[in-house]
């Protein structure tokens, strides 16, 4: 098992090679300065090189301005080692000599650094006329950040335009005589003169291209002039992975991945054979490198025909949005094969995309469409959304996108800067203290001194414990500010968030909670069918047990960390209610209940093959969500196949995430202990072995979810023999006999394709592997999944036999994979453009396995 999975690692690196080659610099900017503040060091990172500050005169006026050396070393690498800070306004100014646009880009590493308090950072920053951040309270940000890789480290890019011989005077002022500002890294980049800013040449009757639409004013532009300033908000490579700096074109931008903006469940193709030329005729080839043009993510198999991002912003500015196009799907012949709808905040954009007609009829040429969009309001965060659906009438009934650019446009006042987010809710402080030193030590000793009571109860100690550890890490990073902020955010309920119900509205729904309406009961309390607006609309309706003021701060916890978490794969939250001492919960109800229902045990008929590779993978996006979407990673810690809800196009919904901090803190005990008994046979058991819970818990668990789909079984059968009790031995046992199909549900026979079958068993079998370091993340369980069940399409269709034809490549040594198997597979899939699905394309499935799989593993080397 470990040396196949090893083998097919080392492949696949050695398939993605040539993306990790640094491309090729197409642009060299005419002038760059990168700056290490408050330090003498100059070094060289990811194709910067920085010029410590001490050795330059950058610095116009810094009288009491100081530099210290982080108390904390940052994990990232950068300009983070030291820090340019200061009680008064101090200033950078650079010689910039030539005229035009730049890329101005600001570093900092929220810490401490020597009398400097962390929390004590609170400036605004100016660039010439433009205010960049006005009282900027950096801590916070970090703190609320919602990327868990940055680390503290906070990043900003603006584009300013430079008139002839000015000086770029980039001002810090703290906001308050007990605050400070600091700096730690700045980057100014030349870039090329027409990138973003218009081209004043382009008159609006003349040519639209190449000009921003305003999004709802038919045929109106708006022209980015040299008096504006714009800050990135977003720069991703649509379906594919990560592009770091030295990766750009010359202009060192980084590239992000696109999937926490996703809303949406899609395809994504990579073209590795790279058999067309990519030709940049409608746009300058530093554009955007090559490989942003080369992953795309299409609508794929999403029965809803929908691609949909949505993008957290703040209201009251302008925003320009740049959309990267290329077609390379072969399938896509002529104008019009392919047309597709584009909506920015609802309002129509386009009414007939048409990238080959945008491209003049040539494939391989990259086209940029710039939109501009004024999301109105006063600096409130609120989304901007953006949709793709297929024209009615298109041959192809697909849309895809390559690369999406956001920028906020300046204000009227020339200030681009956004209000401090909310501060985290602070719900844990109270509890920490009462139960600190005699509840975390005592159970822990009694476990260890009672082995007798096994494993279960140790494990739920373990739980407890986990629990605790990580309630205390919370607190310690929320009080590393100081002390309270007073009642703020957690008097009042988040009322913009989701829809607020009254607790009359909720006794209708439920006929005054009907016993009859019962639905299921869980630790916490009953869940009601109910139904709500006028009956029109039926819900699942889950009543907690009244609670202490703790049990009101989890509850609001959760609603505010919920109606944050939209996935397609997630049940969702539709609103609360909290009246008459009543926290209730309203949820989309789920038509055909629990994966289990349908699995065993049941009158249900049996699902197909087919839907159980769907729902798979389903649930493992809703889990991979879970894990990388949300501000911190969220381990669900119950995976189980009654915590995956079925709708009524049997899409599968991840239920019951964060829910286990729910309850009032007093009944914490008996509610973990039922949550840790009602999932006897999923628990992970490093979990309790080294007292570790990390997200690779759920992979655990998930594992389980797995083998019951194809075993049919439950994890744990008592009356049985003893090999048979544990699922996950025994399929581990046949597994390694090579004969996992002699287990298999006997109302799957005949359905599964052997090397279906055998991949299946791979991935399941990796995910339940003793050392949590080498199972695989849920992303790469959705890359092999989807690939997989990519293989029994194909199979169900009869394409396979060129696959099959081109040799099993788990069997071949790496090299011959490299060469001749996995080029056959796409150079197949590509030439035939029949059997299969025709929205997909350039072997849709093995690819996105590929890029996903091993960019995960490269982008984060300790996830294994
Ligand atoms: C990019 O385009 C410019 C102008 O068309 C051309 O001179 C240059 O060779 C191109 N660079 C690359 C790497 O293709
Ligand atoms: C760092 O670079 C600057 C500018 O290139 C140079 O003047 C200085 O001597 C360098 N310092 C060190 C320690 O190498
Ligand atoms: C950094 O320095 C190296 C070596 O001097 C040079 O080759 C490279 O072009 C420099 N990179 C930038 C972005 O200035
Ligand atoms: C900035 O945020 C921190 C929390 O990270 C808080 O302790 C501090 O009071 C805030 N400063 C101001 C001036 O709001
Ligand atoms: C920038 O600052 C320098 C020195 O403080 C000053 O001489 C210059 O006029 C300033 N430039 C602009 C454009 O404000
Ligand atoms: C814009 O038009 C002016 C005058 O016709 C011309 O000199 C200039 O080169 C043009 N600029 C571009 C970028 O086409
Ligand atoms: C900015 O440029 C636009 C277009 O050239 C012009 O209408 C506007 O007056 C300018 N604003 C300022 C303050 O120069
Ligand atoms: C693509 O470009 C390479 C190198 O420039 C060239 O050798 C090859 O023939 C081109 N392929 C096609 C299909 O034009
Ligand atoms: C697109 O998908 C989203 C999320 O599933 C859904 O909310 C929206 O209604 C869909 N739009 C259309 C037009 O189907
Ligand atoms: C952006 O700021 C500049 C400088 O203050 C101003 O001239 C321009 O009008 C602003 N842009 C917008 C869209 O308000």
């Not at 700096?245 to 060192?252: A, F, K, R, V, Y």
């Not at 992000?256 to 030329?277: E, M, Q, R």
């Not at 009601?528 to 009101?552: E, F, H, M, N």
């Not at 996935?567 to 209730?584: F, T």
Request: proline share 5%; net charge negative.
């Amino acid at each position: 098992m470990d040396t196949t999975c090893m083998a097919t690692i080392l492949f696949l690196l050695l398939l993605c090679h040539p993306y990790l080659s640094t491309a090729d610099v197409i642009y060299r900017p005419v002038e760059h300065f990168t700056v290490n503040c408050g330090s003498d060091i100059n070094f060289s990172v990811d194709g910067r090189n920085w010029t410590g500050d001490s050795n330059t005169k950058f610095l116009s006026e810094s009288k009491d301005s100081v530099a210290a050396p982080a108390q904390i070393q940052s994990t990232t690498q950068g300009p983070y080692t030291y820090a340019r800070l200061s009680y008064s306004q101090f200033t950078y100014s650079f010689p910039v000599t030539t005229q035009g646009p730049f890329f101005l880009r600001l570093f900092f590493y929220s810490t401490s650094y020597q009398m400097f308090d962390r929390s004590k950072a609170y400036f605004s920053v100016q660039a010439g006329p433009y205010t960049l951040l006005q009282h900027f309270n950096a801590s916070l940000y970090a703190d609320t950040d919602d990327d868990p890789g940055h680390h503290d480290t906070l990043f900003r890019e603006y584009c300013i335009y430079l008139q002839h011989g000015e000086s770029l005077n980039i001002t810090f002022t703290p906001t308050t005589t007990d605050s400070y500002a600091f700096i730690n890294g700045i980057e100014i980049v030349s870039m090329p003169s027409y990138l973003y800013y218009s081209n004043p040449n382009y008159t609006v009757l003349d040519d639209f291209i190449g000009l921003p639409q305003l999004v709802g004013q038919m045929n109106q532009v708006y022209i980015i002039t040299n008096n504006v300033s714009l800050e990135t908000k977003h720069r991703l490579n649509v379906g594919g992975a990560q592009i770091s700096p030295s990766q750009d074109t010359g202009m060192l931008r980084a590239w992000d991945t696109d999937d926490k903006y996703l809303i949406t469940d899609s395809g994504t193709s990579v073209d590795f054979i790279k058999k067309t030329n990519l030709s940049f005729v409608k746009t300058p080839n530093y554009t955007a490198p090559d490989q942003v043009y080369r992953t795309v993510r299409n609508i794929g198999l999403n029965p809803f025909k929908n691609l949909t991002w949505q993008f957290p912003v703040y209201s009251g500015f302008f925003y320009l949005l740049r959309l990267h196009f290329c077609q390379l799907n072969p399938e896509v012949q002529d104008p019009g094969n392919q047309i597709f709808y584009i909506f920015i905040q609802k309002l129509m954009a386009e009414g007939g995309a048409d990238i080959l007609m945008w491209s003049d009829n040539q494939k391989g040429v990259p086209v940029v469409k710039d939109y501009a969009v004024y999301i109105p309001g006063n600096r409130e965060k609120v989304y901007l959304s953006l949709e793709m659906h297929p024209h009615p009438k298109s041959f192809i009934q697909d849309a895809q996108l390559n690369a999406i650019e956001l920028f906020k446009i300046n204000d009227t006042t020339g200030s681009l800067a956004e209000p401090n987010p909310d501060p985290l809710p602070k719900t844990l402080d109270k509890q920490i203290p009462e139960q600190k030193s005699s509840g975390t030590t005592r159970p822990l000793i009694a476990a260890i001194a009672g082995a007798v009571f096994g494993v279960v109860l140790l494990s739920f100690i373990v739980v407890f414990f986990i629990t605790k550890c990580k309630q205390n890490v919370v607190v310690y990073k929320n009080q590393k500010d100081g002390t309270s902020r007073g009642g703020g955010s957690s008097s009042s309920l988040p009322t913009n968030l989701c829809r607020h119900f009254s607790i009359a509205e909720i006794r209708a729904a439920t006929n005054n909670f009907d016993k009859l309406f019962v639905i299921g009961a869980g630790g916490f309390g009953d869940v009601y069918k109910g139904y709500i607006d006028d009956g029109s609309t039926p819900v699942a309706i889950k009543r907690l047990k009244p609670g202490s003021q703790q049990g009101l701060n989890e509850f609001m916890n959760e609603i505010e960390m919920l109606s944050k978490l939209r996935h397609v794969h997630l049940v969702s939250l539709i609103g609360y209610c909290y009246e008459s001492n009543e926290m209730i919960l309203v949820y989309d109800l789920m038509d055909r209940g629990t994966l289990r229902d349908h699995l065993y045990g049941t009158d249900n008929p049996p699902l197909s093959w087919n839907q159980r590779l769907q729902i798979c993978i389903g649930a493992a996006r809703g889990l991979h969500y879970l894990h990388t979407g949300a501000k911190q990673m969220i381990i669900h810690r119950d995976v189980k196949s009654t915590n995956i809800l079925l709708d009524e196009k049997w899409v599968a919904k991840v239920s019951d995430f964060g829910l286990s901090r729910i309850g009032p803190m007093g009944s914490l005990m008996t509610h973990v202990s039922t949550q840790v008994k009602g999932s006897i046979g999923y628990l992970d058991p490093e979990y309790y072995k080294r007292q570790r819970l990390t997200e690779k818990s759920d992979v655990y668990s998930y594992g389980v979810v797995l083998l019951e789909v194809l075993c049919g079984r439950q994890p744990l059968l008592r009356m049985v023999e003893k090999p048979q009790v544990s699922l996950v031995d025994w399929a581990k046992h046949w597994y390694e006999k090579g004969s996992l199909g002699d287990i298999v549900d006997p109302a799957l026979k005949g359905q599964i394709a052997p090397h279906c079958l055998r991949k299946f068993g791979e991935v399941a079998l990796s995910c339940l592997l003793e050392d949590g370091t080498q199972r695989p993340s849920m992303n790469d369980v959705v890359g092999v999944l989807e690939f997989v069940l990519r293989l029994q399409l194909q199979n169900s269709a009869n394409v396979n036999a060129v696959l099959e034809s081109g040799g099993d490549y788990e069997d071949s040594s790496t090299e011959d994979m490299f060469s001749s198997t996995h080029t056959s597979v796409h150079a197949s899939d590509y030439s035939n453009s029949s059997g299969f699905n025709s929205t997909t394309y350039g072997s849709k499935a093995s690819d996105r396995l590929i890029s996903e799989l091993v960019f995960s593993e490269i982008k984060d080397p300790k996830g294994r």
